[in-house]
């Protein structure tokens, strides 16, 4: 199995940026697909982006697109989710997630392996 924890979350304007962090432990991390999820008060857990165990294939939620960029360095174990020009409606938990399968990149219940969360707040 791989554990997962996320870092970086806090609190910054709109417009600003936070870089989130996965550290991961365990199994070998570069055999996993990763991805992040985020969860806001009230709403379903909804998918933001994923990567890939290659790196070579990343997929975006429309919401995000243009904004927020996903990457990660398998020799350091981590994976990261960068997000720039940040909006109130980014403010959510941010989730880290592994799978090794092949479905669907957007489903939650794809992902076997979850970070405990990293809380994000955008004020205006």
């Known amino acids: 199995q791989v554990q997962l924890v996320e870092s970086g979350g806090g609190l910054v304007q709109a417009g600003g940026s936070l870089r989130l962090s996965c550290a991961a432990s365990g199994r070998t991390f570069s055999t996993y697909h990763s991805a992040w999820f985020r969860q806001a008060p009230g709403k379903e857990r909804e998918f933001v982006a994923a990567i890939r165990w290659s790196g070579t294939g990343t997929y975006y939620a429309d919401s995000v697109k243009g904004r927020f960029t996903i990457s990660r360095d398998n020799a350091n174990n981590t994976g990261y989710l960068q997000m720039n020009s940040l909006k109130v409606e980014d403010t959510a938990v941010y989730y880290c997630?592994?799978?090794?399968?092949?479905?669907?990149?957007?489903?939650?219940?794809?992902?076997?392996?979850w970070g405990p969360g990293t809380q994000v707040t955008v004020s205006s």
């Open positions: 997630a592994a799978k090794t399968s092949s479905t669907s990149w957007y489903t939650t219940g794809n992902y076997p392996y």
